[in-house]
Protein backbone atom coordinates (compact mmCIF):
# COMPACT_ATOMS: atom_id res chain seq x y z
CA UNK A 1 0.00 0.00 0.00
CA UNK A 2 0.88 3.56 -0.57
CA UNK A 3 -0.08 6.80 0.89
CA UNK A 4 0.39 9.84 -1.87
CA UNK A 5 0.19 13.32 -0.43
CA UNK A 6 0.31 16.15 -2.85
CA UNK A 7 0.52 20.18 -2.20
CA UNK A 8 1.93 23.03 -3.65
CA UNK A 9 -0.92 23.86 -6.22
CA UNK A 10 -2.66 27.05 -5.42
CA UNK A 11 -3.42 30.97 -8.02
CA UNK A 12 -0.85 31.56 -10.31
CA UNK A 13 -1.02 34.91 -12.96
CA UNK A 14 -0.12 33.62 -16.38
CA UNK A 15 3.28 32.97 -17.41
CA UNK A 16 4.13 32.21 -13.62
CA UNK A 17 5.44 29.24 -12.25
CA UNK A 18 4.88 26.55 -9.33
CA UNK A 19 6.25 23.40 -8.19
CA UNK A 20 3.96 20.45 -7.02
CA UNK A 21 5.22 18.05 -4.72
CA UNK A 22 4.07 14.54 -4.36
CA UNK A 23 5.04 12.94 -0.77
CA UNK A 24 4.86 8.84 -0.60
CA UNK A 25 4.54 6.35 2.24
CA UNK A 26 4.16 2.86 2.75
CA UNK A 27 6.30 1.34 0.16
CA UNK A 28 9.95 0.97 -1.34
CA UNK A 29 9.57 4.19 -3.30
CA UNK A 30 11.72 3.47 -6.26
CA UNK A 31 10.23 0.33 -7.18
CA UNK A 32 7.45 2.80 -8.42
CA UNK A 33 7.18 4.79 -11.82
CA UNK A 34 5.43 8.21 -10.57
CA UNK A 35 3.53 10.21 -12.95
CA UNK A 36 1.35 13.49 -12.82
CA UNK A 37 -1.76 13.49 -14.24
CA UNK A 38 -3.98 16.40 -14.78
CA UNK A 39 -8.43 17.04 -14.70
CA UNK A 40 -10.16 20.23 -16.14
CA UNK A 41 -13.80 20.57 -15.73
CA UNK A 42 -15.44 18.75 -18.02
CA UNK A 43 -12.47 17.12 -19.39
CA UNK A 44 -11.14 13.39 -18.93
CA UNK A 45 -7.71 13.42 -16.59
CA UNK A 46 -4.46 13.15 -18.84
CA UNK A 47 -1.17 12.33 -18.29
CA UNK A 48 1.10 15.20 -17.76
CA UNK A 49 4.68 13.77 -17.24
CA UNK A 50 6.08 10.45 -15.60
CA UNK A 51 9.07 9.59 -14.28
CA UNK A 52 10.71 6.00 -14.10
CA UNK A 53 12.23 5.01 -10.73
CA UNK A 54 15.84 5.45 -12.47
CA UNK A 55 14.99 8.74 -14.07
CA UNK A 56 13.31 8.17 -17.11
CA UNK A 57 11.13 11.29 -18.14
CA UNK A 58 8.43 11.27 -20.46
CA UNK A 59 5.71 14.35 -21.20
CA UNK A 60 3.02 15.63 -22.77
CA UNK A 61 3.45 17.41 -26.07
CA UNK A 62 1.39 20.67 -24.19
CA UNK A 63 3.72 21.19 -21.57
CA UNK A 64 7.22 20.32 -23.34
CA UNK A 65 9.42 22.49 -22.68
CA UNK A 66 7.44 24.22 -20.09
CA UNK A 67 7.14 21.69 -17.29
CA UNK A 68 10.04 19.47 -15.75
CA UNK A 69 9.32 16.19 -13.52
CA UNK A 70 11.82 15.21 -11.17
CA UNK A 71 12.03 12.71 -8.09
CA UNK A 72 14.05 12.39 -4.80
CA UNK A 73 13.96 8.70 -3.94
CA UNK A 74 16.04 9.68 -0.84
CA UNK A 75 13.10 11.92 0.29
CA UNK A 76 10.28 9.67 -1.41
CA UNK A 77 9.13 12.70 -3.27
CA UNK A 78 8.24 13.43 -6.95
CA UNK A 79 8.06 17.48 -8.20
CA UNK A 80 6.64 18.71 -10.97
CA UNK A 81 8.24 22.39 -11.84
CA UNK A 82 5.83 24.00 -13.85
CA UNK A 83 6.60 27.71 -15.59
CA UNK A 84 5.32 29.64 -18.05
CA UNK A 85 1.65 28.79 -16.88
CA UNK A 86 -1.01 29.18 -19.05
CA UNK A 87 -4.91 29.56 -18.43
CA UNK A 88 -5.34 25.96 -20.20
CA UNK A 89 -3.11 24.42 -17.20
CA UNK A 90 -5.42 24.78 -14.49
CA UNK A 91 -6.68 21.97 -13.33
CA UNK A 92 -6.85 19.68 -10.76
CA UNK A 93 -3.42 17.78 -10.57
CA UNK A 94 -3.16 14.09 -9.54
CA UNK A 95 -0.24 12.12 -8.36
CA UNK A 96 -0.12 8.25 -9.44
CA UNK A 97 2.15 5.05 -7.92
CA UNK A 98 2.68 2.35 -10.84
CA UNK A 99 4.30 -0.47 -9.09
CA UNK A 100 7.21 -1.59 -12.04
CA UNK A 101 6.85 -5.14 -11.35
CA UNK A 102 3.14 -5.01 -12.11
CA UNK A 103 1.47 -2.36 -13.75
CA UNK A 104 -2.27 -3.26 -12.05
CA UNK A 105 -0.76 -2.11 -8.79
CA UNK A 106 -1.73 1.86 -8.79
CA UNK A 107 -2.08 4.47 -6.26
CA UNK A 108 -3.52 7.89 -6.80
CA UNK A 109 -2.66 11.00 -4.36
CA UNK A 110 -6.00 13.52 -3.50
CA UNK A 111 -5.10 16.18 -5.89
CA UNK A 112 -4.37 19.24 -5.74
CA UNK A 113 -5.94 22.40 -7.78
CA UNK A 114 -3.89 24.81 -9.64
CA UNK A 115 -5.67 27.64 -11.15
CA UNK A 116 -3.50 29.61 -14.01
CA UNK A 117 -5.74 33.49 -13.95
CA UNK A 118 -5.23 37.16 -13.99
Known amino acids: QVQLVESGGGLVQPGGSLRLSCAAS????????MGWYRQAPGKQRELVAS???????NYADSVKGRFTISRDNGKNTVYLQMNSLKPEDTAVYYCKAVYKYNFAVAYWGQGTQVTVSS
Open 51 to 57: VTGIGST
Open 26 to 33: GSIFSEYN
